[in-house]
């Protein structure tokens, strides 16, 4: 089982220029019919994460089933390095799966990041899956004033050159925007667009808020740990 519990922020920074090597921002997939959401919740100061992935249908974002693990990370949450303290507990999350999802969404950075290391680019890379960061703040680069309209974007570009690094998108007219990044297996303007195809009618899109929403039930004891099949579709079972 995945552990980074012992290593250190200097080893971490190695280990994301290392991976950072085997990143593929070319398209990994053929069609999108299922695409998961991931995302973390835990008690202030606590060791113990609550990690879940949801699976929905693409595009009508209908939920199919979802995954709980209840794991444990001494890894501190340092920005930068979110992958070193969620993406062991969301890959125990994926392992449980029996039928993979084409995409996965992950609540952080991409290649927004400045090892290019988001928690998505982390995940996808372990897992071997296509992946999109959708973070609710910036951590890295820069982009200019969009408009206040619904799916106003604009690029977002790195810091010290001018490399498309993602976008940033309004998701819901006036609202603040999130910040798409391709993690791995994706480009950067499809991560765009499958990003509009997620949201509805609330700012985050709807894998990344129905993942959010399963991980608090988790951590309150109101849903249990495994693997599920969504109620919306055939009832609770447990696997």
């Known amino acids: 089982m995945l552990n980074y519990d012992g290593v250190s922020l200097n080893q971490a920074t190695e280990m994301q220029n290392q991976m950072r090597q085997q990143l593929s921002l070319h398209k990994g997939y ?3 019919i299922t695409i998961a959401g991931g995302d973390i919740s835990h008690n202030k100061n606590e060791d113990t994460v609550y990690a879940g992935i949801v699976i929905l249908s693409y595009p009508q974002m209908i939920l199919l089933s979802y995954s709980l693990v209840i794991a444990e990370t001494k890894f501190p949450y340092v920005p930068g390095f979110l992958g070193f303290r969620e993406v062991p507990s969301l890959l125990q ?3 449980q799966i029996p039928n993979k999802p084409d ?4 609540d952080g950075q991409g290649i927004t990041h400045p090892r290019r290391m988001g928690i998505a680019s982390h995940f996808g890379l372990l897992a071997n899956t296509p992946a999109i960061g959708c973070a609710k703040s910036m951590l890295f680069g820069k982009f200019l004033a969009l408009s206040t309209d619904k799916f106003s974007s604009s690029p977002i ?4 050159s001018n ?3 993602g976008y940033a998108l309004r998701t819901k007219a006036g609202v603040t925007p999130v910040y798409v990044s391709p993690g791995h297996k994706v480009t950067v303007s499809d991560s765009l667009a499958i990003m509009k195809n997620c949201t509805l009618k609330h700012r985050i899109p709807e894998p990344t808020r129905l993942a959010h929403e399963k991980v ?3 951590r309150v004891g109101r849903v249990q740990p495994g693997f599920h099949i969504a109620d919306t579709q055939m009832g609770l079972f447990d696997f």
């Open 93 to 95: 999350a994926w392992e």
């Open 216 to 218: 608090n039930l988790l």
């Open 30 to 32: 053929d069609t999108i």
């Open 103 to 106: 995409m996965m969404l992950l």
């Open 157 to 160: 570009i790195g810091s010290n």
């Open 163 to 165: 490399e498309l690094l």
